[in-house]
């Protein structure tokens, strides 16, 4: 491939719900710049981007691709990213890499939350955007429906470029809105001038008055002109439209067919002419040796630097660093340093990918989209610069995982295999997390939803030939007692020789402080027992405290007090004493009505207005306790409440179902509270049923 400086270079990702169409305009757009012979279908599984076997399978993007391509003279880096919510870390990756975006709506679907979510996400990350409505070709697709929808949701700057010619329920042309001109297909990719249709006349008008109301809304001298019913030039028209795009004050609306590749090339030109190019966006580091601000911003001039956005670990085709070069000329036998890792490494070969293929380049210009194979330290998010001038580039922020399961191997012996696999699957995606949890002896794997871990799941299985099975985590409760306890223990064995004799006497009363897990004193007078067996009363405290009387559960909350109790000169020694203190303890902690706690998570839900009705409803259910709401941008409500951790098992499907995809929620534990009476003996029982071994634990 050609090598592209900064000003020939543009990097879209291509944004939108699940199924809009996504990959299938990149593959139309992949097929009109020569890269393929060919054009790829999702549903054969054959498409330039799908090419992981999960993706094959399940006929949907799972991880963000980049296909590389050349139209009028400029590289344009197309970034296909899943429309899945369950894979928003891949989302995420790919508009942090992005200088624009290309939000791609269904015609037949029309709006969907997918929608609603690309769009936030340009808000965030302030990505000039354009809307692609797709699927024209369908019957009953509604260009019309979907640009009143946007109008009302976003208001004036929503400018639609084009208008759909249909005879007979086919699409057949389009009306260029900006040269007020018909253009009718005659072959794939190819168009003659025609007439407007007299039955189009009636929304071109209005398409027409939107477009001039938003070039008019771009200056003072603009609207006078508008006013006093003055026409723009077509030139003048696409000069203000490349300034307001760029400044995300007009949002143009586009639309075709990408099964039948028409008004694609419309869409490739459009993005070459309006979206800006990467030295247009500015992008600031830290230069480590100097403590100063460094202003990449993109300048090929500036000393070489670039960060990593997406790490690919695939078992077949090795690892690759994506990178995006933030400043300077990146050649392939540079040596970079990896501010994160305090490592260097000399560059073998730099690559482009086209999805899964990758192409040998010489250099990459400050803008552009590459990928380094095997560098071996390098994690997603770090930056590669020279050791003269070591700049680090901030993180891309990235969703956290909250829905998790326990797993565990199917096969004895695979549990390394297992933690290999699962940490290469990490490396690639960062909003994997897997979690040994030893104080339940069982291990955790978190994702993004139900979905997510299922294709984790799949992958171990077909990709690292390995099987787990995913089960209800174990919660983490803990025992307490809430009233006073007074017991002895004595701990006494004959055997020939030396006997054991160990004799404490003991209250056991609820300490009040639930972050530690007991506190001991002694108030013996006499010498009843010896000072030297304290440590081993204490001890055996300790070896207790890990699993309670009840149900097996840590204990907190304990205080004992040790205040009589007997020795043998010869027979007494301290692990008697242990063994005593042991025995007074499962007697005192069972006599000082014990309970057991379970935690208790911090909830914030982040849902529009019309859901908070069902959601507080839905935690009033779960046992949660809503303590209030405060209104967020874009007319939200966070809702906080406090919920036992045990009642938000399952609660991501459960909200996206409640909200249609618009919830989200966060949580962190922030304590223990007792658990009702039924939830107790639920335990108790499980307790009781596994010591009898009918249950494995």
């Known amino acids: 491939m050609n090598v592209y400086t900064t000003d020939k270079i543009r990097n879209v990702v291509l ?6 169409g996504k990959t299938t305009l990149a593959e139309a757009m992949s097929y009109l710049a020569g890269i393929t012979s060919r054009m790829g279908r999702v549903e054969d599984g054959n498409t330039i981007s799908d090419y992981d076997k999960e993706e094959i399978k399940r006929k949907f993007s799972i991880s963000t691709s980049v296909i590389p391509l050349e139209w009028e003279g400029v590289k344009v880096n197309i970034l296909d990213s899943p429309g899945y919510f369950d894979f928003v870390g891949e989302v995420e990756e790919a508009v942090a890499a992005a200088d624009a975006a290309v939000i791609v709506v269904s015609g037949k679907a029309g709006v969907e939350v997918g929608t609603e979510k690309a769009w936030d996400l340009c808000e965030k990350y302030n990505l ?11 019957d009953n697709a509604s260009f019309r429906e979907v640009v009143e929808t946007l109008t009302n949701m976003y208001g004036k700057k929503i400018a639609p470029l084009f208008q759909p010619i249909r005879e007979n329920e086919k699409f057949v042309g389009y009306v260029n809105v900006v040269k007020m001109a018909g253009r009718r297909f005659i072959d794939k990719g190819k168009r003659e001038e025609c007439e407007i249709p007299d039955y189009c006349k009636e929304y071109l008008d209005i398409y027409r008055e939107a477009l001039m109301d938003s070039v008019a809304e771009t200056s003072d001298e603009f609207m006078e002109r508008y006013f006093s019913g003055d026409e723009f030039s ?5 000069a203000a439209l490349r300034f307001n795009i760029d400044d995300c004050s007009i949002v143009p609306v586009e639309m075709g067919s990408a099964v039948e590749l028409r008004n694609i090339h419309n869409l490739l030109t459009d993005i070459v002419k309006y979206f800006p190019s990467p030295d247009k966006r500015q992008c600031a580091g830290l230069n480590k040796k100097t403590n100063e601000i460094f202003e990449g911003n993109y300048d090929f ?17 090795g690892k690759y660093s994506l990178i995006k070069v933030v400043s300077g000329v990146i050649k392939n036998d540079d040596v970079l340093y990896n501010t994160d890792k305090d490592t260097e490494e000399k560059l073998n070969k730099l690559y482009v990918l086209q999805g899964n293929k990758p192409i040998e380049v010489k250099e990459l210009h400050a803008g552009d989209i590459g990928a380094i194979g095997k560098l071996s330290a390098a994690r997603t998010g770090d930056t590669l610069a020279t050791k003269a001038i070591p700049i680090a580039y901030g993180k891309t922020e990235m969703s956290i995982p909250y829905t998790y399961k326990r797993y565990k191997a199917k096969n004895k012996g695979d549990d390394d295999k297992i933690s290999q696999a699962l940490n290469k699957m990490m490396i690639e995606d960062q909003t994997i997390k897997a979690v040994n949890d030893g104080e339940n002896r069982q291990t955790l794997l978190y994702g993004m939803g139900d979905q997510h871990l299922d294709i984790i799941t799949s992958k171990l299985q077909d990709e690292y030939k390995v099987e787990i099975e995913l089960t209800k985590p174990k919660m983490a409760f803990r025992e307490t007692i809430r009233k006073k306890s007074d017991v002895e223990g004595k701990h006494k064995k004959q055997s020939g020789g030396h006997g054991q004799y160990g004799h404490v006497k003991m209250t056991f009363e609820p300490s009040g402080d639930l972050e530690k897990s007991f506190i001991f004193e002694q108030i013996v007078v006499g010498g009843a027992v010896p000072k030297n067996y304290f440590p081993a009363v204490e001890k055996g405290l300790a070896d207790s405290m890990q699993k309670g009387p009840l149900a097996g559960y840590p204990v907190v909350g304990v205080k004992a007090t040790l205040y009589d109790g007997s020795f043998h000169p010869v027979d007494s020694s301290e692990m008697a004493f242990k063994m005593a203190t042991i025995l007074a303890f499962k007697k005192g902690f069972m006599d000082a009505s014990p309970v057991l706690l379970e935690p208790i998570a911090s909830l914030k839900v982040t849902v529009p207005d019309k859901y908070t009705g069902d959601v507080m409803g839905d935690l009033n259910k779960r046992r949660g306790r809503v303590l209030g709401m405060n209104p967020t941008a874009g007319g939200k409500q966070v809702i906080e409440a406090d919920i036992p951790m045990m009642e938000l098992y399952g609660y991501s499907t459960d909200l996206r179902s409640m909200t249609g995809g618009r919830g989200d929620y966060r949580y962190e534990f922030a304590r223990y509270e007792q658990a009702p009476s039924d939830i107790q003996e639920k335990e108790v029982a499980a307790r009781a049923a596994a010591e009898s071994g009918s249950e494995d634990s």
């Open 15 to 20: 944004l939108g719900h699940g199924g809009s």
């Open 128 to 138: 000039p955007r354009m809307f692609y409505v797709s699927d024209m070709d369908v």
């Open 301 to 317: 001039q500036k000393a070489k630097s670039a960060y990593i956005f997406k790490t690919i670990v695939d078992p077949f085709i």
């Open 234 to 238: 077509v030139d003048e028209i696409r």
